[in-house]
């Protein structure tokens, strides 16, 4: 059973960074689109970036720049790496992965950016 588990949310101030990993139970980055979602208090759950197998980012308007998305395939994980963190960037982080037809979550981690 394939999952996802994730973890490096926590409190930072504005202006701040924070790294966030999701370790999968089985190396599947070689053939799965790996992605960071979010869901703000009161909002839908965003796409803030993804990352191909080929190892291609793409990244949400709100967060090119600042964000940065990554893998390490030897450890399993993905990587975001969130810099110059604003207040609107608080939210639950999820790590999601889409193989064919298996699409897989994590359980989310809080990141509140906050003075």
């Known amino acids: 059973q394939v999952q996802l588990v994730e973890s490096g949310g926590g409190l930072v101030q504005p202006g701040g960074s924070l790294r966030l990993s999701c370790v999968s139970s089985?190396?599947?980055?070689?053939?799965?689109?790996m992605g960071w979602y979010r869901q703000a208090p009161g909002k839908q759950r965003e796409l803030v970036a993804t990352i191909t197998s080929h190892g291609d980012p793409n990244y949400a308007d709100s967060v090119k720049g600042r964000f940065t998305i990554s893998r390490d395939v030897a450890k399993n994980t993905v990587y975001l790496q969130m810099n110059s963190l604003k207040p609107e960037d608080t939210a639950v982080y999820y790590c999601?992965?889409?193989?064919?037809?298996?699409?897989?979550w994590g359980q989310g981690t809080l990141v509140t950016v906050s003075s």
């Open positions: 089985v190396n599947i980055f070689s053939y799965a689109t």
């Open positions: 999601h992965g889409r193989l064919l037809a298996l699409e897989l």
